[in-house]
């Protein structure tokens, strides 16, 4: 198999990413492999800092990139960031909805009743994997409709397939992300282009910021009952690391994968297949 199919087959030269998120740890490194492969990376970031720090990063490494500042629940700030992507590349090809997270308000222990959960906290949550969703594809797939051509990538998780215990906001909230991937690749292909693709990845457990207070002891750093448990239920024996998602995450967002829309595929080290015996 040549370089040059390869190329062909899995290529990003020139195509214009747009990645929320990208200063947080799965989607800087996203960031960064795809402006290894060629691409020119628009990392969004609520945080200006995080994202200057990517594209900082990735300049130095000898690629394409631009920080923008945007709260992805705001839509005007959405569509402040795509006015800004296009004035320095003129076209947004593809998008990677990897904004989103947990907090501790919204997550039950034996001092946090599921009955006394903050509503807010549970929609902040919920706002925050959903709707910031919904919203980057309304702004940037209305560029895409007009052009009749990319593709969305979001980030759902393992949790929209298995309920996890202690996170009823996050998991439901990234099931909403898995059922709207489907409902908005059938939309995008019938009713504007079926060049227009839309699929998502659910990553299994990875360290995160968003989670790490879940998953490891604070004063001493050791795996938490919880941790433990999902070590001894990935039939890998370890958590994700960010370069896990890389290849799924060419796959899909590249013309290897030019049949494929409104799939959900896991990367999780096998959590979803053991039962536990």
Known sequence: MSKEYLHDLFGMS??????????????????????RAGARVAVLDVRLEAAQKVAAEIGASGGEALAVQCDVLDKA??????????????????????????????????????????????????NLNFLSTLLCCQVFGRLMAE?????I???SSM????????????SA??????????????????EYSPRIRVNAIAPGFFMTAQ??????DEATGELTTRGQAIVDHTPMGRFG?????????????????????GIVVPVDGGFSAYSGV
């Open 147 to 151: 052009r009749g051509d990319g593709v």
């Open 173 to 190: 909230a990234k099931a909403a992300v898995s059922n709207f991937t489907q409902w908005l690749a059938v939309h995008m292909a019938r």
């Open 211 to 216: 989670n790490r207070f879940l998953l490891t």
């Open 77 to 126: 700030a959405i569509e402040a960031a795509a006015a800004q992507v296009l004035q320095v590349w003129g076209q947004v090809d593809l998008l990677v909805n990897g904004a989103g997270g947990n907090r501790p308000e919204a997550t039950t222990n034996p001092q946090h009743s599921f009955f006394d959960l903050p509503a807010g906290a549970v929609q902040w949550v919920f």
């Open 159 to 170: 949790n929209s397939l298995r309920p996890l215990t202690r996170i009823p906001a996050y």
């Open 153 to 155: 990538l979001n980030i």
């Open 241 to 261: 690391d960010p370069a896990d998602l890389l290849g799924t995450l060419f796959w899909l967002l590249s013309p290897a994968s030019s049949f494929v829309t």
């Open 14 to 35: 020139g195509l214009v990413v747009v990645v929320t998120g990208g200063g947080g740890i799965l989607c800087s490194a996203m960031s960064q492999a795809l402006a």
